[in-house]
């Protein structure tokens, strides 16, 4: 037990409170974005065809994403054999504990869907944990939590269609 007598603390059977307690997630910062999901469902820029709008603090990146493409999120390291598409470390995510392979979207059968890939924190999508290489179909606007790095994300109303001669 801690105590404090006269400004200075001490501790009884501490050693023994630790060991039984066991954490799971990391206390760390959240970087929120500088506008929220009802924001960006309500904002008149909507996401060109073929186009993801990922929303990161006080940052826009817009991203194009043909049918069977895939965007990486993670950080940039020297031991991936594959490089994230967007490096989240320029975005605080080695702060808050984002993984160097995090995340990834892709489009089939004009539907988006994202996958947790088996990241150390953990994916959330509008407060849902994902399973780790699960697909998870995702809304026109949806608030992700990779880790503790929040991102508004915006997709297109509807995917370009190709003229075939």
Request: net charge positive; proline share 5%.
């Amino acid at each position: 037990m801690l105590t404090i007598e006269k400004g200075l603390a001490t501790h009884t059977n501490i050693e023994t409170s630790f060991e039984r307690r066991i954490e799971k997630t990391i206390a760390m910062p959240v970087y929120k974005p500088p506008i929220t999901v009802t924001d960006l469902s309500q904002s008149g820029t909507h996401a060109k065809a073929d186009t993801v709008i990922l929303v990161f603090y006080a940052k826009r990146v817009e991203l194009p994403c043909l049918e069977g493409e895939i965007i990486i999120l993670g950080r940039s390291h020297t031991a991936n054999r594959i490089p994230p598409t967007i490096d989240l470390s320029k975005f605080g995510g080695t702060g808050s504990g984002t993984s160097r392979m995090h995340a990834a979207i892709h489009r089939k059968n004009d539907a988006w869907f994202i996958q947790d890939l088996a990241s150390s924190n953990g994916t959330w999508v509008n407060g849902v944990r994902l399973t780790p290489f699960v697909e998870h179909q995702l809304q026109s606007t949806s608030q992700l939590m990779l880790a503790n790095l929040e991102i508004g994300l915006v997709l297109p109303d509807k995917a370009s269609q190709k003229l075939v001669f």
